[in-house]
């Protein structure tokens, strides 16, 4: 069935260091992903979203490529900061009936000064 | 932008009970989804509402779940009865459109713990 997979749990980085997070799915529809962000006691918020394979897509510094033929959504940035400290959702959304999203397990990302 | 609120934030409850959980959507938005997510694991779809009807559920959506949305009010999930499983926090969104591209716009969750 569909799913979405997040490699690493917990993520600890000093500031101003790269960041990849891993995101890959499978589904046997077009793919929609979408990176959501959530910061303690907030609600998720969407950070990224694409359907066009081998296109990078950006927001506020963070960006990433929907490559098909590999099934992936890494999500990035160049230099992590403070404030970059949340929780990250992989999410596929299914792209019949409800367009529900399925979740991955989320990557907790610390930075650290 | 715009925000969904949920109400209340913690519900703590004794197992038989029926709770109900609120949500606020966006104002001008028309599809509604409930999402549960158990502690540790990821978030996952219940069911989700448009234009008074359900339109889809999950097989987590038990007979024991109900959705409504009386007149524009609020969004609501009921649980009669309710059960020790049913602790998780449940996430309440809403999005204007459907289709691939359309953002759910998600509330900061209703924790509840079933004793």
């Given at each position: 069935?569909?799913?979405?997979?997040?490699?690493?749990?917990?993520?600890?980085?000093?500031?101003?260091?790269p960041?990849?997070?891993?995101?890959?799915?499978?589904?046997?529809?077009?793919?929609?992903?979408?990176?959501?962000?959530?910061?303690?006691?907030?609600?998720?918020?969407?950070?990224?979203?694409?359907?066009?394979?081998?296109?990078?897509?950006?927001?506020?510094?963070?960006?990433?490529?929907?490559?098909?033929?590999?099934?992936?959504?890494?999500?990035?940035?160049?230099?992590?900061?403070?404030?970059?400290?949340?929780?990250?959702?992989?999410?596929?959304?299914?792209?019949?009936?409800?367009?529900?999203?399925?979740?991955?397990?989320?990557?907790?990302?610390?930075?650290?000064? | 932008?715009?925000?969904?609120?949920?109400?209340?934030?913690?519900?703590?409850?004794?197992?038989?009970?029926?709770?109900?959980?609120?949500?606020?959507?966006?104002?001008?938005?028309?599809?509604?989804?409930?999402?549960?997510?158990?502690?540790?694991?990821?978030?996952?779809?219940?069911?989700?509402?448009?234009?008074?009807?359900?339109?889809?559920?999950?097989?987590?959506?038990?007979?024991?779940?109900?959705?409504?949305?009386?007149?524009?009010?609020?969004?609501?999930?009921?649980?009669?009865?309710?059960?020790?499983?049913?602790?998780?926090?449940?996430?309440?969104?809403?999005?204007?459109?459907?289709?691939?591209?359309?953002?759910?716009f998600?509330?900061?969750?209703?924790?509840?713990?079933?004793l």
């Amino acid at each position: 069935g569909d799913s979405v997979t997040q490699t690493e749990g917990l993520v600890t980085l000093t500031k101003g260091l790269p960041v990849m997070l891993n995101c890959t799915y499978q589904t046997t529809y077009s793919p929609f992903l979408f990176w959501y962000v959530q910061h303690l006691n907030e609600a998720p918020k969407l950070l990224l979203k694409s359907s066009t394979d081998n296109k990078r897509t950006e927001h506020q510094g963070f960006y990433a490529t929907l490559h098909k033929s590999s099934s992936s959504f890494h999500l990035q940035k160049s230099s992590v900061q403070l404030s970059d400290s949340a929780l990250y959702f992989c999410a596929l959304s299914l792209s019949s009936g409800s367009w529900q999203l399925i979740f991955g397990s989320g990557t907790q990302l610390t930075v650290m000064p | 932008g715009p925000k969904v609120l949920q109400i209340p934030s913690h519900q703590i409850i004794d197992m038989g009970q029926m709770v109900t959980l609120n949500c606020d959507p966006v104002s001008n938005h028309l599809y509604f989804y409930w999402y549960k997510q158990i502690l540790g694991q990821q978030m996952e779809f219940l069911v989700n509402f448009y234009n008074g009807k359900v339109m889809e559920k999950s097989k987590l959506f038990k007979d024991q779940f109900s959705v409504e949305r009386p007149d524009g009010s609020y969004f609501t999930l009921k649980i009669q009865p309710t059960a020790l499983e049913d602790s998780a926090v449940y996430f309440c969104a809403s999005s204007l459109g459907t289709g691939g591209h359309a953002e759910q716009f998600f509330g900061p969750g209703t924790r509840l713990t079933v004793l």
